[in-house]
């Protein structure tokens, strides 16, 4: 790997893919009830043109690369993709974040084409309140693709609950009991206030406040995890064969270790999710621009990476949502 570093000295070496901004799912805090303008298919990247980004990306240094959305499993042929990264010499870890609404039936296949990890999103354990929080989904189906990622060997399975005070902070105790009675890797995620209309229930719920919770089951022990070292800080509850992690983007920014990079559904690459600038890639590469002129442009979005995102300020963010971006 020949490696790149930003401005501050962060190494960056791995890729997020929003695949698609289209999602199966409303969720209260990312998107509005209608649903947001979706992209016209023309806008969306082709696999092809990813694939494109991602060779000289990896040749840049990125070795990771996640897939994202919107809900990437709603657009077609998602292994081929898988597929494809795979064939790229460098790249030796190919992740998923998904709602796993569509996982059960995909699983084996992602896995075989070369998908080695997933991320599983998941807010509650109450199928009523599943319903309320995606406003359309189904728990069983998020169950089922859970299963099915453990039985396809998808390792590890990361079930990711954004903690919402009066939302679904009763279920804290609920999701680390897991951790112990199933062998679940569950983090627990501060709600970040971003998505622009976001209902007034979502007084933050800190890393803070969780871990008392959490730790009325047993003492939290750190630990320490092989994959997948992210934002996220690692725990075990006594007896427990799975983890307890933390991701504090509100509390505790973890800005000074970002890695990342991001490439949105529509071809701009974000140097920070969190804000708004973007440098178009879609446009260079629909008039033959070379590896070495798309090198430059990534080159570019990686120097101007910004030191840190100002949540914790209390500042607004505003823009595109979460589902165009890859949250
Ligand atoms: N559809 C996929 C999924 O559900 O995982 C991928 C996209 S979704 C935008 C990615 C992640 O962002 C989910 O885990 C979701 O819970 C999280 N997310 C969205 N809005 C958020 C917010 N305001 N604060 C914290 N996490 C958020």
Request: glycine share 10%; proline share 5%; net charge neutral.
């Amino acid at each position: 790997m020949t490696g790149i570093s930003d401005s501050f000295q962060r190494p960056i070496n791995y890729l997020r893919i929003s695949v698609t901004d289209r999602c199966n799912l409303r969720c209260v805090y990312c998107m509005p009830e209608e649903g947001v303008t979706l992209m016209s298919h023309h806008d969306i990247l082709s696999y092809e043109e990813i694939y494109t980004v991602a060779k000289v990306a990896a040749g840049l240094g990125i070795n990771k690369i996640r897939l994202t959305g919107g809900e990437p499993l709603v657009r077609l042929g998602l292994a081929d993709l898988v597929g494809m990264l795979a064939g790229i010499d460098a790249i030796d870890d190919i992740s998923l974040t998904t709602n796993g609404i569509l996982l059960a039936q995909h699983a084996a296949g992602l896995k075989k084409a070369g998908l080695r990890r997933v991320n599983i999103s998941l807010d509650t354990l109450k199928p009523e309140r599943f319903g309320q929080i995606t406003r359309c989904g189904k728990l069983e189906d998020t169950l089922q693709g859970i299963a099915a990622a453990r039985a396809a060997g998808l390792d590890p399975v990361k079930i990711n609950m954004v903690v919402m005070a009066g939302v679904n902070d009763d279920e804290l105790t609920d999701f680390a009991r897991k951790t112990i009675n199933d062998g679940w890797h569950v983090r627990f995620i501060e709600h970040m206030p971003v998505n622009g209309d976001e209902p007034a229930f979502t007084r933050l719920f800190s890393v803070s406040e969780m871990r008392k919770r959490i730790e009325t089951l047993g003492k939290l022990e750190p630990w320490k995890v092989d994959v997948g070292n992210g934002p996220a800080k690692y725990f075990r509850l006594p007896g427990a064969r799975g983890t307890v992690g933390f991701i504090t983007p509100v509390t505790e920014h973890f800005c000074y270790q970002c890695n990342r990079l991001r490439l949105t559904a529509d071809g701009k690459l974000r140097p920070c999710l969190l804000s708004e600038e973007e440098i178009d890639l879609r446009e260079p590469l629909r008039s033959g621009a070379s590896p070495d002129e798309l090198k430059r442009l990534i080159e570019k979005a990686i120097a101007s990476k910004p030191e840190s995102h100002h949540l914790a300020d209390g500042k607004k963010q505003k823009g595109r949502p979460f589902s165009q971006v890859g949250g």
